[in-house]
């Protein structure tokens, strides 16, 4: 199989190939770039930056590719206007947003000429964003990392979503090598979204105490946990992962309010920003279903050589 261009609004991919938004801190800069060079859309994950933090990361991925980049953001985060809104005033090609979307967000996207891609689980939730005017949706399964919309199967979505609707669809959860490429593209997929095969990149802004974990890492030891966000999120088992699933994770010492509802259980971006720096005691790993497939932390140019090696060796 030969992979095809992906068109989303006005911008086209030379290969069909998003890199997932990985947060917090997780898809920076050099990954987005790396990615976008590659003839993929590379997104920084805004979900806990500020502004400015935000802006200095567009600005040095522009510094390093020529190619498509985009933010990822969690609808539920509470800066989530204001980070979009600077995201739009730099000139970002793309926005998608995770955990939720609003009316809003459509129209920012409009008004400055950018597609909005919303993350559905649903055919329901699929056809009210086409409605408000989504470029293309990303359609996300049980198998992926990080907060999750579904305890259902990509495979089963992905085709009630593309009978659903007439933009693209991208289909994303548990997609590692070519295989589960070429798998997404038989069930109607018009792209994919890969999030924990590039976390396991030299690009990726992840500590190596991250990263040997996913190399360590097998189905079994992938877990859900209940993340204060509202959502179930899927992780790697440690220590602490262990603690959230048995109720001994105490709540937080100093609340920012970083979410706009939260249980206040633990604090999700201390969680995740201890991973992030390497801190696995009080550190929560997010990884997709088959993490167990990575055997090797590759540079990006690496990974797509041998993506396309895998796809091309398969007939659709």
């Not at 995201?87 to 597609?115: C, H, T």
């Not at 396991?200 to 040997?212: G, R």
Request: aromatic fraction near 4%.
């Amino acid at each position: 199989m030969k992979l095809p261009e992906l068109k989303i609004g006005n911008l086209v991919a030379k290969l069909p190939i998003i890199q997932g938004g990985m947060a917090v801190r997780i898809s920076t800069a050099p990954l987005a770039a790396a990615v976008a060079d590659e003839g993929g859309i590379g997104l920084i994950a805004a979900t806990g930056m500020s502004v400015e933090e935000l802006i200095s990361e567009i600005r040095q991925a522009r510094n390093l590719t020529d190619g498509i980049i985009g933010i990822n953001i969690m609808f539920a985060f509470a800066e989530f206007a204001n980070l979009v809104k600077a995201a739009l005033k730099e000139g970002i090609d793309l926005i998608v947003s995770g955990a939720g979307f609003s009316r809003d967000m459509f129209q920012w996207g409009e008004e400055a000429g950018v597609p909005i891609v919303p993350i559905v689980s649903t055919a329901k939730f699929a056809k009210l964003a086409e409605k408000l005017g989504a470029a293309a949706l990303i359609v996300e399964g049980k198998e992926a990392g990080g907060h999750l919309g579904t305890d259902r199967p990509m495979k089963e979505i992905v085709p009630e979503v593309k009978e659903a609707v007439s933009i693209p669809v991208i289909a994303a959860g548990g997609i590692i090598d070519g295989a589960d490429i070429v798998d997404a593209f038989r069930l109607g997929a018009d792209g994919v979204q890969m999030g924990t095969r590039f976390a396991a990149s030299e690009e990726s802004n992840a500590s190596q105490e991250f990263k040997d974990l996913y190399l360590k890492s097998g189905h079994e030891q992938v877990v859900l946990i209940n993340s204060p966000v509202g959502l179930p999120g899927r992780a790697l088992h440690n220590e602490f992962s262990q603690k959230i699933i048995s109720d001994l994770v105490p709540g937080p010492k100093k609340c920012i309010s970083c979410l706009k509802k939260c249980s206040n259980r633990f604090c999700i971006l201390d969680a995740l920003n201890n991973a992030q720096i390497g801190n696995l005691l009080e550190g929560l790993v997010f990884s997709g279903e088959n993490v167990g497939k990575i055997k090797e932390i590759l540079p990006v140019k690496e990974i797509f050589h041998r993506l396309k090696e895998e796809v091309n060796a398969i007939p659709l």
